[in-house]
């Protein structure tokens, strides 16, 4: 049988580039991939080392489809989606059945990590799930895979330049199917798919979708990098940005957890970075500068 082409629309041109690229490698078949031209370099370094050969597109879903097919049209190409297929979602949806198995494990070794160290026969560990949200593959996976565990999942999204299409259309009753933003969170720069939706949608599955700002991000990732030792792109860290600084979300917990709280799991989806991409993220502003100068800091008052 011959091999054939893949190319794949990727809304997180990361992991699920890198990772077609590589599967289509081991089984030695060609493979095209159509990424933004907006990606980082090092997830196009990534891409590529795999043997990958990377076609470039404008930076909405609109304009990465029309490549797609034109691809398509030229090789008699197979599309593997990021998000938009059953079989996607269920593969992604298997993270959440490893996260629940090692966290099950972790706190029978180590009961004080967990809340419920008194805790009833057969209650799960879990009390909760939070992951990012872009096309919407991986929550609905997750979802999907957590159905009936009485775990409840929620989604996070960055709100920046209408990014949190998939919260705002919850609000409105309708999928979002179109969204231009230049998020710091590249990997979720893309509207949610039509079958993640139907998932995502239905509040029985996914209890609610959540946004954050910028800097809220850009403050949790300094957080996991400073003190978890942990290298993460900004798309990784937005599940972690709610936790901590939506007010809604925390309320939320609040009224429902009461004393006891949550044990909530936070998805990280991805290290698709470089050194210098982070330091240019954490550059400090002309305006800090002078500050820091001045012996001011972030509006504290005089450093001691």
């Known amino acids: 049988m011959p091999p054939s082409t893949i190319p794949t629309n990727t809304s997180n041109p990361g992991n699920h580039a890198q990772a077609l690229a590589l599967a289509a490698r081991t089984h030695s078949i060609p493979v095209h991939i159509v990424m933004p031209t907006i990606s980082t370099p090092s997830k196009i370094a990534g891409t590529r080392s795999y043997g990958a050969t990377v076609i470039f597109s404008g930076s909405t879903s609109e304009e990465r489809e029309a490549v797609v097919h034109s691809v398509i049209a030229r090789t008699g190409a197979t599309l593997i989606p990021p998000y938009d297929h059953p079989n996607i979602i269920l593969g992604q949806g298997t993270l959440a059945l490893e996260f629940q198995r090692q966290v ?51 989604g996070a999204e960055p709100e920046f330049e209408g990014a949190d299409d998939a919260r705002r259309g919850l609000a409105a009753g309708e999928r979002i199917t179109s ?7 590249d990997g979720l720069r893309t509207p949610v798919g039509a079958i993640p939706w139907t998932i995502i949608s239905d509040g029985s599955k996914v209890r609610g979708m959540y946004s954050v700002t910028e ?3 850009k403050e949790a990732m300094r957080l996991v990098l ?37 044990n909530i799991g936070v998805v990280f989806s991805g290290g698709n970075t470089t050194v210098e991409a982070i330091g240019k993220l954490f550059a400090a502003t002309p305006e800090k500068k002078t500050r820091r100068a001045s012996g001011l800091w972030e509006g504290k008052g005089k450093s001691g």
């Open 104 to 154: 099950n494990d972790l706190v029978a070794r180590e009961p004080e990590v967990g809340l419920h160290v008194l805790m009833k026969q057969g209650r799960e560990e879990l009390d909760a799930v939070i992951t990012p949200c872009g096309g919407g593959g991986m929550l609905s996976g997750v979802a999907t895979a957590l159905e009936g565990t009485g775990i409840r999942v929620f």
């Open 179 to 185: 969204v231009k933003t230049l998020t710091i969170a």
């Open 215 to 217: 800097e809220q991000i």
């Open 226 to 262: 400073e003190r978890m030792k942990v290298v993460v792109e900004p798309s990784s860290v937005v599940g972690l940005a709610t936790i901590l600084y939506n007010e809604e979300f925390r309320r939320l917990v609040e009224r429902e957890a009461g004393e006891e709280g949550w």
